[in-house]
């Protein structure tokens, strides 16, 4: 009902103006470029990320950080196995002027990924600020098969949001993710500094005052710095969201409610929300990559391993060396003297 009653009010407001006009060749072109390139960076890296996880290589990674971390991995993963093929699908089909009936497949997974994404976000935050803030309770109650159910409880929501898309369609969903995600990530990101990452820093300096450095304090401190470097890429997330969804809602807005752009216009601002969107898809396993040690070490021990069995399965596949006969008349065959 409340979906409805959001339909009919923006209705009026929402350019429509539009519907029907086929987007310029040159629009589907880029999108379609840039979908296949994240595509090829988007995949290999939070498989990467996955595959840490679950194989725990270095013994280290069942956390409850480490849990969102997947989902939020598994997230980008379905982006770029799922969101982008088909949107290469779909203005391929555009460019070539053939019917795109199909691109509401496309475009609920891609809601899909954005709502667990924002969610993920969301369980990420509490996590850390539950760690800063109450590290023994923490450190008690909080594990890695608690934050799995927590990540399958974002997917279920995430699908019940999803599934509203069928009701309001493109339009006013999208109007009204953007103005959540607007929402979402503005306070994110003050809450994130503000509440987590100063109060870390309150922490050490607390550990600073005291003259003892006895073998406890010593530990204590050093897990409050692994905690600050952890809370520093959660931040550097958290930016990257930021960047890449603040100007994805600011197309959106303009897209539903300028009345003056031309159609062309529209169709540009259409494509690049969905490539600043899916751009970020491929930056968190970077992050991790270039700021976690524990992660970093399991990406070169997998790559290790694959870069091994290649070797392997290189070896087996070479022929065997041809047997060369040995003339008689120019060897002594006398087994006496073998």
């Given at each position: 009902m409340v979906l409805l009653l959001v339909k009919a009010r923006f209705a009026a407001m929402l350019t429509t103006h539009c519907r029907g006009v086929w987007a310029p060749a040159e629009v589907s072109t880029?999108?379609?470029?840039?979908?296949?390139?994240?595509?090829?960076?988007?995949?290999?890296?939070?498989?990467?990320?996955?595959?840490?996880?679950?194989?725990?290589?270095n013994k280290d990674m069942r956390t409850p950080f480490c849990a969102f971390i997947l989902c939020l991995s598994v997230t980008d993963l379905l982006v770029g196995l799922l969101v982008e093929p088909m949107s290469i699908?779909?203005?391929?089909?555009?460019?070539?002027?053939?019917?795109?009936?199909?691109?509401?497949?496309?475009?609920?997974?891609?809601?899909?990924?954005?709502?667990?994404?924002l969610?993920?976000?969301?369980?990420?935050?509490?996590?850390?600020?539950?760690?800063i803030t109450?590290?023994?309770?923490?450190?008690?109650?909080?594990?890695?098969?608690?934050?799995m159910c927590v990540s399958c409880g974002v997917w279920l929501v995430a699908?019940?949001?999803?599934?509203?898309?069928?009701?309001?369609?493109?339009?006013?969903?999208?109007?009204?993710?953007?103005?959540?995600?607007?929402?979402?990530?503005?306070?994110?990101?003050?809450?994130?500094?503000?509440?987590?990452?100063?109060?870390?820093q309150e922490q050490l300096e607390s550990l600073q005052r005291f003259q003892t450095q006895n073998e406890q304090n010593r530990l204590r401190k050093h897990t409050m710095e692994r905690e600050k470097k952890v809370t520093k890429t959660?931040?550097?997330?958290?930016?990257?969201?930021?960047?890449?969804?603040?100007p994805s809602c600011i197309m959106v807005y303009l897209m539903n409610l300028c009345t003056v752009c031309s159609c062309d216009l529209i169709h540009w601002l259409r494509d690049l929300h969905f490539v600043f969107i899916?751009?970020?898809?491929?930056?968190?396993?970077?992050?991790?990559?270039?700021?976690?040690?524990?992660?970093?070490?399991?990406?070169?021990?997998?790559?290790?391993?694959?870069?091994?069995?290649?070797?392997?399965?290189?070896?087996?596949?070479?022929?065997?060396?041809?047997?060369?006969?040995?003339?008689?008349s120019t060897t002594n065959t006398n087994p006496s003297h073998i």
């Open positions: 880029m999108t379609l470029v840039m979908a296949a390139f994240f595509m090829f960076l988007t995949i290999p890296g939070n498989l990467l990320v996955v595959v840490a996880v679950m194989r725990n290589v699908f779909t203005h391929w089909r555009e460019i070539h002027g053939m019917s795109i009936s199909l691109s509401w497949l496309s475009q609920v997974t891609y809601f899909l990924g954005c709502t667990a994404s969610l993920s976000l969301t369980a990420l935050t509490v996590d850390r600020y539950v760690s109450s590290p023994i309770w923490y450190r008690t109650n909080a594990t890695f098969a608690r934050a699908l019940g949001f999803a599934t509203t898309f069928f009701e309001v369609g493109f339009i006013v969903y999208s109007f009204v993710m953007a103005n959540l995600a607007l929402f979402f990530s503005l306070s994110i990101l003050v809450f994130g500094y503000v509440r987590i990452f100063l109060k870390l959660y931040l550097m997330m958290i930016a990257a969201f930021v960047l890449t969804y603040g899916t751009f970020n898809s491929f930056v968190n396993p970077m992050l991790y990559a270039f700021r976690l040690p524990h992660f970093r070490k399991a990406f070169i021990q997998i790559l290790a391993v694959c870069r091994f069995l290649r070797c392997i399965g290189r070896n087996n596949t070479v022929a065997p060396a041809p047997i060369i006969s040995v003339k008689n």
